[in-house]
């Protein structure tokens, strides 16, 4: 996992929700997880393996592991202010943080 943001872009949609997105290179060897919500109440897990790291919905938790036995877990936190933090994958995998 490369720790830099490599972008990040503020968008506004209508006129009072405000929208940040940034990314960060994630592993190209290891392995990841990911619970992503299914629909509001529900959640499913996702997970890969020495593959670029692609979810098809938003993530609450991603987790990456190194073959070095280093972890990293990426908690969003959400409630407050009413902002909701989600993470998506990105081009060549990229981890995106969607607040």
């Known amino acids: 996992m490369v720790g830099r943001i490599t972008q990040v872009g503020l968008h506004q949609k209508g006129q009072e929700t405000k929208h940040l997105d940034s990314s960060l290179q994630t592993l190209t060897k290891g392995r990841w997880f ?5 629909w509001t109440p529900w959640l499913a ?35 407050l202010d009413n902002v909701m933090t989600l993470f998506r994958s990105g081009d060549a995998g990229r981890l995106r943080v969607h607040v």
């Open 45 to 79: 897990p996702r997970h890969g393996c020495n593959i670029s790291f692609e979810l098809d919905r938003d993530a609450v938790i991603c987790s990456f592991l190194s073959p070095e036995g280093k972890h990293m877990v990426f908690l969003g936190i959400s409630g």
């Open 34 to 38: 990911a619970l992503v919500r299914q």
